[in-house]
């Protein structure tokens, strides 16, 4: 068919297409490319002939056998139409967004040598209209045919996966934790998340490999042989793959119930059920790196879509609110939010996973019982306990939620477990109490929990043996300061301050949906770890009102437009009767109104007000030119990581969160900022001299000539950087990110850290920036080492 159609269609004036390409002479390759166009499809592209011969695909390729998918053959696409992606205007043909949905290579199924060999080979199929191929993609894996229809247009084709002779038999990946809710207070609509309900069940990681099945708990107990239909069940999948999801027992209304599941012994006992909701390893490939998105496709493909036990559970986008408003109606334990681009993070409480529920549920250890002497039962209440940093505290005692079945089966499971002393402080109790040995789990609904952390009206929900006692501690959600997303305007007192928070719809991130609130919500929770860099320095405020796209300017003198409550630090300027002032961070309270200002970013000296001459840390700042990359840039910074430690001098990283990264030096307020500011020029020279081919030290950047800027001219009095943790006006709202030295390295990329994620790394990695404001190197002593290079 050659390009003549191709390019007839096209104005390569106004789209972005691809007009030609040469192709590659020893592989054949194809490419998918998910079309938003007038009708959302796939286009099929397999290389032959120096062009990519086209199929449009409406609803995608798929790696069921059973499907036939209808494939119309297009016309023929340049080569390098194969990395094309973008959006081609309207007006223009097939207007619209292309995203490669999945590429690699492709042979025929017949053994031929060499890619002539092969393409005349595939030449005579396509004539014939019959092609048999063997994909090699990310996605798209074995056999697959092309078939031109019979009695359906000229141009119909059908595309079907071929059930391989030789299965896939990759080794499955050893048994890991499941990715983690957090904890959130109110539904939400938000078109970029995906809403679905929580299932009252036991959360089970599926290992299906051929056609043996593994079923694992949470806390890597096996539940094949306890819930043998689901394994069978899975059997027939017969894919190689791991699945999560939850496993229930549900009752004739279709509600699962958590106390049937824990009693399950035959199909008399309730209809089982495995509702999965993610696809994280398949026919070989670790899933966990795509979007959830691409996760759920790939899921609805493999998954049979009428089994009578293997499920996937309801799914809606956007309407968050709706679904809570359902889910309380059913007496469901509540909703799942995940946003649609969120990654498979196994064993991290990530907040790209929302936990909404409709009424406070709690896991909880079983510590003891009470029995009052006069009553018939056999006990009275539970005692329950939880940890709290690594102590067991008592947590109240539960009462209600019992059947006398429940309590004859508790004694048994009791038995084993007493011990004569309180694994905790003792509490003040009338009735007697036998204690036990806390590693029995029970789950509780209650109405809430007293400032003492004791539940209120604790109700009982059934024992939990999918989880270890060690991990049970108290559910909070993350410490967010304006959670209400229907409140434009707050008012809030922080420490004992009276803040109003405004505008905050307004989208401070507009491709990401990040609004000003988010931006407050971030710097809320990472207060704890960003204040020790900013507290009692003079910041320089750089404010962006409408957001990180928007007008942007920057203030110094605050002078009489700040609350009585504010710290200020006084300064004049050449030519100044009298004195300006700079605001000065002293709380988290005074950090929040920074930011109700606008200022994204958080720009504080590198000393304090207490000793303004001396700086906390040395820096050196490494920022790419126009003829530098970022790999250059980790180069540059390992150069410098194994110069200091070859003299015995600390040095800690961390991402600019820009384009660049910075590089400290504690130097325990010891030293003036010219001494610094000579030290760092000392050290940059020596680097430089290394890597004069690729990095400069000219300041005047004409002079740079497009070359990497080794900057030791921040190291001066007034001079300001972004403080660790601080978020950036950048695209994605990157932060700037403490690291350890292990991580920079090839690979490493600014969009690794930002506002989503990072507080929930910081609950993990906590502050590795510590050091910084230690004690504070031998200036002298390490300048003479360095001498002796």
Not at 55 to 70: E, H, T
Not at 125 to 138: E, F, V
Not at 458 to 484: H, M, N, Q, Y
Request: with cysteine; aromatic share 10%.
């Amino acid at each position: 068919m050659g390009l003549t159609t191709y390019l007839k269609k096209r104005d390569f004036r106004k789209s972005p297409e691809p007009q030609s390409g040469k192709t590659n002479p020893k592989q054949l390759i194809f490419v998918v490319q998910e079309h938003h166009a007038s009708q959302h499809h796939f286009d099929f592209r397999l290389e032959m002939e120096g062009v990519l011969k086209s199929w449009a695909v409406p609803k995608g390729p798929s790696m069921n056998p059973a499907d036939k998918r209808l494939a119309i053959i297009t016309e023929d696409h340049p080569y390098d139409y194969k990395d094309f992606e973008g959006v081609i205007p309207k007006g223009n043909y097939g207007a619209g967004k292309v995203k490669i949905w999945d590429s690699g290579t492709y042979t025929p199924i017949d053994t031929v040598k060499g890619k002539a060999a092969q393409e005349k080979l595939l030449l005579k199929q396509l004539k014939d209209g019959s092609l048999k191929i063997q994909l090699h993609g990310k996605k798209l894996k074995g056999e697959f045919a092309l078939v031109k229809t019979k009695g359906m247009e000229d141009n119909s084709w059908l595309l079907i996966k071929h059930k391989d002779e030789s299965p896939t038999t990759a080794k499955l990946p050893d048994p890991f934790s499941p990715m983690l809710a957090t904890l959130h207070a109110a539904p939400f609509n938000d078109d970029d998340w995906q809403f679905e309900i929580k299932w009252d069940g036991y959360r089970v990681l599926a290992y299906v490999n051929d056609h043996k099945v593994d079923l694992i708990s949470r806390n890597g107990r096996s539940y094949t042989k306890k819930f043998h239909p689901i394994a069978e069940a899975l059997q027939e999948v017969g894919s190689n793959a791991v699945l999560d999801g939850e496993l229930v027992v549900t009752d004739d209304k279709g509600i699962a119930r958590f106390q049937q599941l824990q009693h399950w012994k035959t199909e008399a006992d309730g209809d089982l059920i495995y509702y999965v909701f993610d696809l994280i390893w398949y026919n070989g490939k670790d899933l966990r790196g795509l979007p959830l998105s691409e996760r759920m496709q790939l899921l609805k493909e493999m998954l049979p879509s009428d089994h009578p036990t293997i499920r996937m559970g309801f799914t809606i986008q956007g309407r968050g609110t709706e679904l809570l408003d359902s889910a309380r109606e059913m007496g469901l334990e509540g909703i799942i939010a995940k946003r649609l681009s969120s990654t498979y993070q196994s064993g991290k409480r990530s907040p790209d996973w929302l936990k909404i529920k409709t009424q406070n549920r709690q896991e909880a250890i079983i510590i003891g019982y009470t029995k009052k002497e006069e009553s018939p039962k056999l006990f009275s209440a539970l005692l329950l306990g939880l940890y709290k940093n690594g102590q067991l505290h008592y947590a109240g005692k539960v009462g209600t939620g019992f059947t006398d079945k429940q309590q004859r089966e508790l004694m048994k499971q009791f038995k084993p477990l007493v011990v004569k002393q309180a694994s905790i402080k003792k509490p003040s109790l009338r009735d007697p109490i036998t204690w036990l040995k806390p590693v029995l789990l029970c789950e509780i609904s209650y109405t809430e929990l007293t400032e003492q952390g004791i539940f209120r009206h604790p109700s009982f929900k059934g024992i939990r043996d999918d989880k270890a006692a060690t991990e049970v501690v108290l559910e909070k959600e993350p410490d967010l300061l304006l959670p209400d997303r229907s409140l434009k305007t707050v008012i809030k007192k922080v420490n004992q301050k009276e803040l109003t928070f405004t505008n905050l719809d307004k989208l401070f991130w507009p491709e990401d949906k990040l609004t000003k609130r988010d931006l407050l919500n971030y710097y809320a929770q990472v207060a704890p770890y960003i204040l020790p860099y900013i507290k009692d320095r003079p910041q320089s405020l750089y404010r962006f009102p409408d957001g990180y796209k928007g007008k942007r300017f920057y203030q110094k003198d605050i002078t009489g437009k700040v609350p009585d409550w504010a710290a200020t630090f006084p300064y004049r300027t050449e030519g100044d009767r009298k004195d300006k002032n700079y605001l000065v961070v002293k709380d988290e309270a005074s950090l929040l109104y920074l930011v109700n200002f606008g200022c994204i970013e958080i720009n504080p000296w590198s000393s304090t007000i207490k000793k303004p001459g001396y700086p906390d840390w040395c820096l050196l700042d490494l920022d790419p030119g126009s003829k530098t990359d970022f790999s250059q840039v980790i180069d540059v910074a390992n150069l410098i990581h194994d110069l200091l430690e070859s003299v015995d001098i600390p040095a800690y990283p961390k991402t600019s969160g820009s384009t660049g990264m910075h590089v400290y030096i504690p130097l325990g307020k010891k030293y003036t900022y010219e001494q610094s500011r000579e030290f760092a020029r000392v050290l940059v020279t020596l680097v430089q001299q290394e890597t004069s081919r690729y990095t400069s030290m000219e300041r005047t950047v004409s002079k740079r000539q497009g070359k990497l800027y080794l900057d030791f001219l921040q190291n001066r009095s007034q001079a300001t950087l972004a403080a660790p943790y601080s978020v950036r006006p950048k695209p994605g709202a990157t932060v700037s990110m403490p690291l350890h030295w292990e991580e920079v390295k090839q690979g490493l990329k600014m969009q690794d850290f930002n506002l989503r994620n990072v507080p929930a790394l910081l609950n993990e990695r906590g502050d590795l920036f510590k050091p910084v404001l230690g004690k504070g190197i031998d200036m002298m002593a390490a300048l003479k080492r360095l001498q002796q290079l």
